[in-house]
C-alpha cells in the first residue's frame, strides 16, 4: 500500500496481558514514530527510530513498554502485562528522513478491561 | 505541563465564512510548527507547516501566521467548506532536536455548517 498500515485495526485484552502491535510505513522511509493518544487530547511522543536503532525512547512511560526495528523497516510496539490506562489509540508514523513532515496510519485502538 | 496549547476544544463556522484555529505555545526552543487534520478513525494527515524564520505561510485555502513574540500561531481557511469539518491539531518541534519529535495540542474540532 501507498500508507502506513497498522494492524490490528483495533485491540481488546484483558488486563495483566500481553500484546504487540504492528507498524508497517511507507517504503523506503528511514524515520518511523509511535505516539498514543487517549480521548480527547492530542497525540503523545513515545519513540522514534532512524533506521534499526531507537533514536530516542524517552516518551516510553514505563519498562513494560518496548519496540523494535529489527530490519528497519517493519515496528512492532510490545506492551507486557496491560493496564486499564495504557487503553487508548496508537498511532504509528514515518518520515522519508527525519525532519520531514510525518505521515500517520490509522492507529490500533487498544482497549485494556 | 502542556507545551502546546489549543485552548478552543470546538469551533462551529457557517460555510463559505473564514476559520480561525490558535494554537500557543510556552518552550522557546521551538522552531519548526506544523498543522494536523484528523478525520474520525483516521491517522492525522499534515495540511501546513511554518518555519520560525517566517511569519506566515499560505497553501490555497490554507494561511497560516507564527508571531515569536507572543508565541502564538493561527490557522486560517478561508473560504471555508464542509469538508474541512474535523479536529485540528497543532504541532511543534525544535528542528536541532534528533529526529521530529513533535509535541502536540489537544485539538480543535472545526465544524463547518452548509
Not at chain 1, 484483558?14 to 500484546?19: F, L, N
Not at chain 1, 509511535?34 to 480521548?39: A, D, E, F, I, V
Not at chain 2, 525544535?94 to 495540542?105: C, K, V
Request: charged share 20%; net charge positive.
Amino acid at each position: 500500500g501507498a500508507g502506513v498500515s497498522q494492524t490490528p485495526s483495533n485491540k481488546v485484552t484483558e488486563k495483566g496481558k500481553y500484546v504487540e502491535l504492528r507498524c508497517d510505513p511507507i517504503s523506503g522511509h528511514t524515520a518511523l514514530y509511535w505516539y498514543r493518544q487517549s480521548l480527547g487530547q492530542g497525540p503523545e511522543f513515545l519513540i522514534y527510530f532512524q533506521g534499526t536503532g531507537a533514536a530516542d525512547d524517552s516518551g516510553l512511560p514505563n519498562d513494560r513498554f518496548f519496540a523494535v526495528r529489527p530490519e528497519g523497516s517493519v515496528s512492532t510496539l510490545k506492551i507486557q502485562r496491560t493496564e486499564r490506562g495504557d487503553s487508548a489509540v496508537y498511532l504509528c508514523a514515518s518520515s522519508l528522513v527525519s525532519n520531514s513532515p510525518l505521515h500517520f496510519g490509522n492507529g490500533t485502538r487498544l482497549t485494556v478491561t | 505541563d502542556q507545551q502546546v496549547k489549543q485552548n478552543s476544544p470546538s469551533l462551529s463556522v457557517q460555510e463559505g465564512r473564514i476559520s480561525i484555529l490558535n494554537c500557543d505555545y510556552t518552550n522557546s526552543m521551538f522552531d519548526y510548527f506544523l498543522w494536523y487534520k484528523k478525520y474520525p478513525a483516521e491517522g492525522p494527515t499534515f495540511l501546513i507547516s511554518i518555519s520560525s524564520i517566517k511569519d506566515k505561510n499560505e497553501d490555497g485555502r490554507f494561511t497560516v501566521f507564527l508571531n515569536k513574540s507572543a508565541k502564538h500561531l493561527s490557522l486560517h481557511i478561508v473560504p471555508s467548506q464542509p469538508g474541512d469539518s474535523a479536529v485540528y491539531f497543532c504541532a511543534a518541534s525544535a528542528i536541532l532536536s534528533a529526529g521530529n519529535m513533535l509535541t502536540f495540542g489537544g485539538g480543535t474540532r472545526l465544524m463547518v455548517k452548509p
